[in-house]
Every structure is written in C-alpha cells, then in structure tokens.
C-alpha cells in the first residue's frame, strides 16, 4: 500500500511540474480586415500548431476550430471582470455559451479559460485588482457546476511585472510588495485545483525600454555574458525571468505549480530594434529550445509557450509603441514574414495562408504636383494615421528611408486601403491620386487591402460605414 501512495504521489508531482509541452500561438483579431477564421484555422493546422490562444470567446472563432483538433484558451477581456465578479449567474452564462456550447455543439477542444489578460499590469494603475479574484472563482465554479472542470481549467495570464527580485538575481524573486496580498489567493486557487500559472516574458521590451539592456542577453546564442546567481549561471533573460517566477511560487508555497508562457515573441517593425532579422533570430532560438526540450535551470522539462502572435493587427493600440501592430509571424494576409522553421513540419519552413482574396492592384498616393508647403498637408496626413497605421514609418523602421514625399503616400495610401479602396478614400484635398502602379519602395511595401470578412455571429460592419462621416470631419477641417 506504502508503494501505491508511493507511486501516486510521483505521479502527482509530475502532472503538476507539466502541462503539455510544445508551441502554441496567440491568434488575435484586432485587425480591420480580420482573415476568415477557417482560413486562419487551416493555417494552423498546415503549420503543425496544436494550441491557440484567444482573447475573446468570439462565436466564429470558435467554430472554426471545431473538429480542428486544436486546443484552445478562451479568453475573457478584462472589461467582463466587472460583471463575471459580480454575480455567480453571469459566469455561469458565460461558461454556458462560451465553453460549453462549443464543445458539446460544436466539438471544440476548449482547455483553458484565461480570466482577464495581465490584469495587474502597472499601467492599469489597479483597475482589476478587485475584480479579477472574485471573477476567477465564478469562473471557476460555473466550470464546476456545468462539469467541465476536470477537463477545462482557469488560469490568469500575468505579465511579467506582478514578481520582481530584491537582488537582481532569480533567487530574489517574489510578487511585488503592491500585489502580494491580491496575487497569493490567486495563485491557491489556481493551484487547488491543478490550473497552471501564465506568465507573458517580453525580452524585446527590456530592450526598448532601456538602451543600456545588453542586446545580445534577449536572444539564445550563448553570446551574453551570463549572470552567476550562487553557482547557477544564466545566459539569457528568458530562463532569468522564468526561474524569477519559479523562486517566486517556491518562496510562497507553490513550488510544483506548472507554469505556461502565454506569450512570447518579437516584433517586426515600428521601431528600431523590431526589425526581421531580430525576430527571426529570436523566434527561431527559441523554437530550437522548444524543439530540443529544453528548460530552464529550475524547470529543466520542456516549455509550454504561445508564440506572441500569429498574424499581425493593425486595429490595436500603440500607447505601448508602433511595434505592437506587428508581432505576427505572418503579415496581415496569412504570409510568412521569414523564414521560421516551428518544428511542427516536413516543410522547414513557415507554410503560408491559402484561398486568399485581395482587392483591385491600385493604391492612393500624393500627386506628382502637390506641394509640400501645401496648407492641408499636416492635416491630411494627420487625419489619414489617426484612422489608418502609419506605424511602419519613422526612424528604424521598413519604411523609414522614405522621402518626405513617400512618407504622405504612404499615409494616404494605408487609408485608402482600410477603406476597402472607395474612391472618397482617395479624396485628400488637391493632394491625393489614385494610381495602378505600385509604388512601394525597397524594404518599404505599399499594401493592397484583403476583401473584408463579415463574420456571421458578431455583426462585422463593412468599413465604407464609418467613411462618409469620417470624411465629413476631414473637410471640415478644411473649412
């Protein structure tokens, strides 16, 4: 019998340090011209990646991964933490339409829900401190109460900032002195009943944020000096950060608590250090890593990651920085951006989107006469970025050899696009031409919008909508 417990008690200790290794991906959608989900599904599917993770629970989505096979994080955004802390009923109506309908229904392979998405982050100054527990434990048990907990587990993903080190080392990990008391009974909730804790590590963060973080620590080429923390040495920030975490959870009692990276990953473009060739080093060290299962030193097991992100969204927010519309490891339409070998393939190499439709090869640019000195030149550009992505132009960026005259093109012309190519798109007072000859430029590429998906459950509006009135506001600034 001593044997048996014996027995059962490894067996334990290693579900609980191991949580499904392999790569995974983020698939956000705020994008203006989303791909078709069954397009973006298949692509999965053709690229070898068996997880996704998602930050919402939209109704096409998760259809289209039906009978994929792929296991999904469902994603619940911090604007619901409100309500879903609020009543029990409301989690249990979430849950019944957002977990359970599609398994039942629709035969997803629903694994997680990830509850908020880094509520803590200092930038929210608090926002979710109070809400994200209380709806975590709703979540919780509507997953009891519908009978799914055993198969669906909740997790909070958490940026890196919620643990810091008191001496600069990984051994000095803890939560940070403002959170502690809200992070613990998270962290006992999630471990009583087996859930994993998710983390999202940035190294290209670190090194847009401070110009004196040594570049050659972010990657995995052994080329850093390393950092010698009692005799164990650490030669890149991942596996620093990492074991920061795993000093963290050991130091508060939840040493065997599986931990998953719910992000990772490098961007391509809007700023100096987000350029191919950085994410393509980058990605690929660690997917070697991923490939040979290897850990980190306190968590030497394979790694469970979601590469940070699949395709790129030119809709999201650039209060961060320009270079959050181009984390994807494909662009806008489904195509690779380099050349990326997952593993997950006989091809060794990323294989692109297929069946997709693009709109008519023209493009809006400045007209050969127009004038810079020209009155309405600041404003039109101006206008044409704050409703478009202008986030490849500037210093360091693919398109930032443009003159000043490539530059007002390329503003107008990203409009003209995102506009689905109508003509009042093209409309930029005695400044704006419409051309069929492509005028893109060395690294610098002019895009040709994908045809809009409209999605069947979540009421997708066509962007031709919004352009009347927008152009109403742009002459009036005219006048």
Known sequence: MGLVSLFLGLVSLFSSLTVGS???????????????????????????????KLFDADYDTLRALGKSG???MVGIPNDMLAPLAAKMKNAEEWVSKNVSKHITTDNVNIRYVAV????????????FLSTTLPALQNIQSALIKAGLSNQVKVTVPMN??????????????????DIHDYMIPIVKLLSEYGSPFTVNIYPFISLYIDSNFPAEYAFFDGNASPVNDGGTYYYNMLDANLDTLVHTLQKNGFGNMPIIIGEIGWPTDGDRNANVEYARRFNQGFMSRIAGGKGTPLRPGPIDAYLFSLIDEDAKSVDPGNFERHWGIFTYDGQPKYLLN????????LIPAKGIQYQENKWCVMRPNARLDDPNVAASVSYACSLADCTKL???????ELDWKGNISYAF???FQIHDQQDEACKFPNLSTIVKTNPSQGTCKFDIMIQPYYGGADGRLPTQLGLVAGFALLLLTFL
């Open 22 to 52: 392999g790569i995974g991906a983020n698939w956000g959608t705020q994008a203006t011209h989303p791909l078709n989900p069954n397009i973006v599904v298949r692509l999965l599917r053709e690229n070898g990646i068996q997880k996704v």
């Open 394 to 400: 500037g210093y360091g960026t693919s398109c930032g």
């Open 342 to 349: 997952l593993g997950t393939t006989n091809a060794g190499q």
């Open 70 to 72: 792929i296991e999904v």
């Open 116 to 127: 908020g998405n880094e509520p803590f982050l200092q930038t929210y100054n608090g926002t």
């Open 413 to 415: 012309n990203s409009y």
């Open 160 to 177: 890196a900032d919620v643990y810091e080190s008191a001496n600069s080392l990984p051994s000095g990990g803890d939560f940070r002195q």
